[in-house]
């Protein structure tokens, strides 16, 4: 009999669940509270770029080659980051040693793309994907008796509905209502911390002819320490920027004077590039954004209910893997269950133990990097770090991998592998440079001892 | 014009709370889900008995003195630990160094008679206290036009309800949805962390004519390290037992052989007391309950919502400070709105601000109490720290005051004060020991140097 699943929430994650499950056989039911993406031009949709990588690109390939192919259409690879400093001269930095990139991709797009894709799924296959979209998910209840799991929601009418399911997907983001619901069945430890830290978006026009004013293959940042600002190119020419800073900082700027005067300071060649009467415009009338941090010490209950994505592990964006996370939870999640022969109870219990330290990795890795964005990339030993990392990965290209490399071009390395594996390296680098500084002393000391005798 | 205020929760403290803001003249309307805690018999309503002790009294005594005096007319006191080692041999350890005691009260009865007083301060007084049983609070909604916060709720007829205030005080304990709707408007860090161990009540019988079996005036513990037994006198002669331990431990007792076993084997004392049978029936039928430690970083937002109780700081039992510490919010946060004439936004920011540390404190010692009482009390150290405190708590009254005292019977010390004056002391202490074995070493060295040179 084909088992039934209700996936809460049909952004990225959810919709890619739909697709990865209906293919596998199941019967998919997708709700969702906000209205069907592709027939509304809502600006609340979250607009801020993704950069999508290796770990996402694969779960996508997993679930469908095709869909993917089509789903990527509209992506603009970066091959590294461009470094703005103060006086607005410009350096790039490669983020791969073999041309690897990561790609600006529109989430409102991709969104719309894939439930695009769950149309084209429906025209060409038996099993249905059943779209609720207006449809407010209030609470889960597991029925023992039933041996299956009901969902009560808020029907297009708002009339409280329900319906009954084998099994229940949270994909519904940071504040997950399913979340919240799993926590009465579940012991489970949960954390969120909010990082002294919010953001604005800006974005800067195309050119003349949709030309790029900035080089189109980079991730541009103007890193400044406690705050920076970023960019992200979009098919057209444009970009989206983004302003990250301290809540005490980005709410003192507050006069159009302050606004003017910050940005003419700290990021002058970018001002005339997003204009300066939009700046003002976003800083006096737009709210800042918060920055969450989400940590759950497990995803499940019984062979019931299952959280990926946001709902599960919200993480800062500054590693942009937030969505390549939640897509390779369900890549990972897809093939435990092929391993374990579809049997639901023990593939949920396998991946909460497995994947625990995985999204812990990944979740540190991503606030730790906001200080490398900001601060690092303009420091000397960075530099010279990356340039061991180039001699080294280059001469031995499977034996020696920067940390980027793995987490965003190596699907196949676990991000809790990624950190051992890096410190491992950061060892090596260590003492190598502590025996080089040993041998130049020694050989230092044997010239001027020689000197001396003559 | 009076100041309207929605409580929700009329547990012992949304029930004092009520009672603290009527006397200070606020228009107080209270919603529990729950029926009228007087018209049932509800067992679910927790039996789990309390420690009342110095912050709660003086809390209860500061809302209204005669309250309190009718309130805690059913309390036994405890004026110390007895401990029962595994021979069954009983020590007691008194609490205080000149009588000092908690007291032993049934949670379901105090809450029983704070109603009540609900009740007598309407009909003592025009500004009226309403009750809203069987009402669930849904979430709630800070209108800014208007200047107030929305209840909505289900009424006593599950029909969806809207009620305005000026604001709200959530006292729906540890798994608060006051809170989940604060964390809406709050950026608040929030943490809950199930610890591993489990617990499940039992009771002793009283004796003949109401006796007691056990010393009625002490709190018994059978410590076990790992696990332990504990027992509160209750007035008519029983006692309300509690197991404490590690969930694996607690699941693996699933047979009457098994189960039967582990009594005989460690609490062989208690088990003619509590009755084999009874001890059966409970551990085959009864679920464990899992012990949940929730921080919050903040409490309140703007003048129109604030948490307080197991809302806001839900701890584990092992210092008997959770009722205590949840009454003695009130009195700090109505003190402090008397401080600020009145004026929520300073009071509600002073409370998160400075009531933080203690809870951070009080919920730090109770975690580590289970440790005090399951494990140390029996160790010569622990004994003979007791007998330092002992002293030079009588020499010097004042200066030196036993951890245990300050928490538990000096509610002007505030907890995060108690945890400072206990390190300094325990160094003290510690110097004092090595002092004491310095002089020991010198003498007999001295000692025999002497005789040597005889």
């Known amino acids: 009999m084909t088992e039934t699943v209700a996936i809460i929430g049909t952004g990225p994650v959810g919709s890619l669940a739909a697709l990865g499950f209906a293919h596998k056989g199941y019967k998919v039911t997708l709700f969702d509270l906000r209205p069907d993406p592709r027939t509304t031009e809502d600006t609340k949709l979250r607009s801020i770029n993704l950069a999508v990588s290796d770990r996402g690109i694969s779960a996508m390939k997993y679930v469908d080659g095709k869909m993917a192919k089509r789903s990527l259409s509209e992506i603009i690879p970066m091959y590294g980051r461009m470094i703005h400093d103060l006086s607005g001269h410009q350096q790039s930095q490669k983020y791969g040693l073999h041309g690897e990139h990561i790609n600006s991709i529109d989430r409102a797009k991709l969104n719309k793309s894939l439930v695009n894709e769950i149309e084209l799924f429906n025209k060409n296959n038996s099993n249905e994907i059943t779209f609720n979209f207006r449809c407010k998910f209030l609470n889960m209840h597991i029925l023992k008796d039933e041996d299956c799991v009901q969902v009560e929601y808020l029907d297009k009418n708002s009339k409280r509905s329900y319906a009954n399911f084998d099994f229940i997907i949270g994909a519904d983001g940071c504040y997950s209502k399913v979340r919240s619901a799993l926590m009465k069945y579940t012991r489970m430890d949960y954390q969120q911390v909010y990082i002294d830290m919010c953001y604005l978006e800006l974005s800067i026009p195309a050119g003349p002819n949709s030309s790029f004013p900035l080089d189109a293959n980079h991730l541009h940042i103007w890193p400044r320490k406690d705050f920076m600002l970023i960019a992200l190119p979009n098919m057209g020419g ?204 020694v050989a230092l000391l044997k010239h001027f001892i020689q000197r001396a005798g003559k």
């Open 238 to 441: 444009s970009f989206t920027c983004t302003v990250f800073g301290p809540w005490k900082l980005m709410e003192s700027l507050n006069t159009k004077e302050k606004i003017k005067s910050f940005f003419s300071t700290n990021f002058s060649d970018a001002v005339p590039l997003i204009g300066e009467d939009h700046i003002v415009e976003t800083f006096l009338h737009n709210p800042r954004n918060a920055l969450m941090h989400v940590t759950c010490s497990t995803y499940h209950n019984t062979d019931k209910c299952i959280l990926i994505g946001d709902s599960a592990h919200s993480m800062v964006p500054f590693y942009g893997q937030g969505m390549n996370c939640g897509f390779e939870d369900i890549r990972v999640l897809l093939q435990m269950l092929e391993k374990n022969d579809g049997n639901r109870a023990v593939t949920f219990e396998e991946y909460s133990t497995t994947r625990h330290q995985n999204l812990v990795a990944i979740l540190k890795l991503a606030l730790d990097n906001f200080y490398e964005m900001s601060t690092k990339v303009q420091s000397p030993l960075f530099l010279l770090r990356k340039g061991v990392d180039n001699v080294l990965g280059r001469l031995f290209p499977s034996h020696w991998i920067p940390l980027y490399t793995m987490v965003s071009f190596r699907s196949d390395i676990p991000y809790s592998v990624c950190i051992g594996t890096e410190n491992r390296q950061a060892k090596i680098v260590k003492y190598g440079s502590y025996s080089i500084l040993l041998g130049i002393t």
